[in-house]
């Protein structure tokens, strides 16, 4: 059996799902290709899992790498399992392109991987990628599943899924963490808990949440988040707030979401930022620590030989395995809607609780959701079908629609406006050589 593993150079990640796979028992024999474009982060990826496969492994696995466009084919010949962990353009040029042109305009983002102008110009430089990608698929492993951890993850997963014929599921980090965090960070101590989350990539609502007895505990969730977000400052107001007037909390942090709507980042009323901590140009300020951080990490990881493992939250290792042994596996995945929650659209890209095994994933129906959490998830769906539609036809008026409806833009900028820093985006990504053409 063969997994590969695109953007391999993503060292941290890969250490994470693939010493995940060689801790499964039904995985340890498997064949691992690591491919990226970047040579040196491709090198030391490729020595870390090698020294991983050794210390935790016993060396059972086959570790080979795979560098550059002419070799990627070889990197997916014949795999079960693809992982997708790019990103294209990188924090330089293209996060800070995405970043410093819409600040012109008075435009402010926290994170800009998922939704908002930056979203939506990740997902036209990464779709064209993973188009490239599908046809190799196609051709040199037609039933590998890819597993894209990739942002936008509603955009590019419902590209995957509609226009390609590979088998395709979304996966995030929050829906795994999403309930136990909330518990935690409110002093509620349960043995265990039982909950729902369904909705979008980042914008999935935590639906039901009992404790083992049954106990509904969202009476106890509601009243202390409202005297949280009364009585102090915290990193998680934003979404607080959803549940002060949704009822319900997201999966997906209150920095990112502080950008899903028009509520919080507001020129006119620049007090909401401090109000509500929100965290402006946090993604550049990551960017940037963790490029500082990464020669520390790597001697601290490679220290003495010593690396090791422990199994994380990361779905894909459980999907693998339930895959090849055929023992259902219950995930928070990433599919296209065709009716599973039914107050959303059957083209749109959702984010329910889905059963793996040996035949495949297999979605939960919802049913609807309450109607304001699908008014919210409306306004999302919206700018990603929108940016699917300017991928296919390559038209510049489909880019300046998804950004007219995307809640925060509109929010802020004028029609003329989103016009004219869209056309700055473009043409700066396309200068960089990041964004095809669009007529």
Same mark, same amino acid.
């Given at each position: 059996?063969? !997994? ?11 250490? *994470?799902?693939?010493?995940?796979? @060689?801790?499964? /028992? &039904? ?16 090198? /030391? ?38 992982? *997708? ?40 430089? $990464? !779709? ?25 993850? &509603? ?53 039901? !949440?009992?404790?083992?007895?049954? *106990? ?20 998680? @107001? ?70 090791? #493992? ?9 999907? @693998? ?27 749109? =890209?959702?984010?329910?609780? =889905? ?5 495949? !994933? #297999? ?15 409306? $306004? ?6 929108? $940016? ?19 809640? #925060? ?11 004219? @820093? =869209? ?17």
């Amino acid at each position: 059996m063969k !997994i590969t593993f695109m953007g391999a150079g993503s060292t941290i990640f890969a250490k *994470n799902v693939l010493g995940d796979c @060689m801790l499964t /028992e &039904a995985l340890q024999d498997a064949e691992i290709a690591l491919y990226d474009i970047d040579a040196e982060r491709l090198n /030391e990826s490729f020595e870390l899992i090698s020294a991983l496969n050794r210390n935790i492994n016993e060396g059972r696995a086959v570790i080979q790498k795979y560098l550059g466009v002419e070799q990627r084919k070889d990197a997916l010949r014949d795999a079960a399992f693809v992982v *997708n962990a790019i990103q294209v353009g990188g924090y330089e040029p293209c996060t800070v392109i995405d970043f410093e042109i819409p600040k012109r305009y008075g435009l402010r983002q926290t994170i800009a991987d998922t939704l908002g102008i930056g979203g939506i110009m990740r997902a036209l430089r $990464t !779709i064209p990628v993973m188009e490239d990608f599908a046809r190799d698929m196609e051709e040199v492993c037609p039933n590998a599943w890819l597993l894209n951890y990739t942002n936008p993850m &509603a955009m590019l997963t419902g590209y995957m899924q509609r226009f390609t014929r590979v088998k395709t599921v979304g996966l995030c980090h929050s829906v795994q963490v999403c309930s136990g965090d909330l518990l935690k960070a409110l002093d509620i101590e349960v043995d265990g808990f039982v909950d729902k989350i369904a909705g979008i990539n980042h914008m999935g609502w935590l639906l039901e !949440i009992t404790d083992r007895k049954g *106990n509904d505990l969202y009476p106890m969730i509601r009243k202390r988040a409202l005297e949280k977000n009364e009585k102090e400052i915290h990193a998680d @107001m934003t979404r607080y707030e959803y549940i002060r007037y949704l009822g319900y909390y997201c999966t997906e942090s209150s920095e990112h979401n502080a950008e899903y709507n028009p509520f919080f980042i507001k020129s006119r009323y620049p007090e909401l930022i401090e109000r509500y901590n929100i965290p402006l140009d946090e993604y550049p300020r990551r960017c940037v620590n963790q490029i500082a951080d990464w020669k520390k990490q790597k001697e601290e990881l490679f220290a003495g030989g010593s690396i090791t #493992h422990e199994r994380s939250r990361e779905y894909a290792s459980h999907i @693998m395995e339930a895959m090849v042994t055929d023992k259902p596996y219950r995930i928070g995945g990433n599919v296209i809607n065709n009716g599973a929650i039914t107050n959303l659209p059957a083209k749109a =890209c959702v984010e329910v609780p =889905c059963l793996v095994d040996g035949n495949g !994933i #297999h979605p939960t129906f919802i049913g609807d959701l309450p109607e304001q959490l699908a008014a919210m998830n409306r $306004t999302n769906i919206n700018p990603q079908l929108l $940016t699917i539609e300017a991928a296919r036809s390559r038209r510049r008026e489909d880019i300046y629609r998804a950004a007219m409806l995307d809640p #925060h833009t509109a929010a802020e900028l004028s029609i003329d406006d989103i016009v004219a @820093m =869209c056309d700055q985006l473009i043409e700066a990504h396309q200068a960089k050589g990041y964004m095809l053409e669009y007529k």
